[in-house]
């Protein structure tokens, strides 16, 4: 399979990748800044310098043409609520635009695991510009006709990734989940196409995610 990772510099991609090219997958890995392709490169991804902050739908489906599955991994990393918007939901939903029109029919979102309604925090709260971003986004790739999966970790460690979760996990507190365990979250879901259709919410723990995401449908 031919797997493109956008935000192919961010800590989850930089360990999906090279478990994607492990796994006998072809992967391409956007960029912004230039100065990263060295190490982007080193992970067995070939590399595509575009800022997808200001990339159009048909600049996006020309690096998508050919590919067979989109990753999202990428993200403005907060502070910034305009630019948050710009690139968490605008960007985003323009590359499952730009999926659509290059025929590019998988799609994996890394979202997070309270991306809801439900938990919306009040407008004053420095995380609203996130939730509403990602919450958008998300709706959209639910919404479109891609084969999409939505996988939402919850707060992001640097532990060592053990390829183990607790299914279906949402809470306001106690739900840390490795950045490994997530890029494992992302190979398992290209993986096993049960995952598509499916939101699915998760922290560390004891289920083997090849043997959940198996099971789903059952």
């Known amino acids: 399979m031919k797997v493109t990772i956008i935000g192919g510099h961010g800590k989850i991609a930089l360990l999906a990748a090279p478990l994607l090219v492990e796994s006998g997958h072809e992967v391409q890995s956007i960029i912004r800044n230039p100065d990263h392709a060295e190490e982007v490169s080193a992970t067995g991804a070939s590399v595509v310098v575009l800022n997808v902050e200001e990339a159009t739908t048909t600049e996006l489906a020309e690096v998508l043409r050919g590919q067979d599955a989109v990753v999202w991994s990428a ?33 994996v979102m890394v979202s997070f695991s309270r991306a809801s309604t439900e938990y919306l925090v009040n407008q004053d709260d420095p995380f609203y510009p996130y939730m509403v971003a990602k919450i958008a986004a998300d709706d959209h790739l639910r919404a479109s006709e891609l084969d999409w999966t939505v996988l939402g970790p919850g707060a992001l460690t640097l532990e060592e990734p053990t390829g183990r979760v607790e299914p279906d996990f949402v809470a306001e507190s106690g739900s840390q989940t490795s950045r490994g365990n997530v890029a494992q979250a992302i190979v398992e879901a290209l993986n096993e196409p049960r995952t598509i259709g499916h ?20």
């Open 199 to 218: 939101t699915l919410n998760f922290r560390d723990g004891e289920t083997p995610l090849q043997e959940w995401f198996s099971s789903l449908g059952e």
């Open 75 to 107: 993200g403005a990393g907060g502070g910034n609520p305009d630019r948050t918007y710009a690139v968490d939901r605008d960007a985003a939903i323009r590359s499952m635009n730009a999926a659509r029109d290059a025929q590019v029919s998988r799609y």
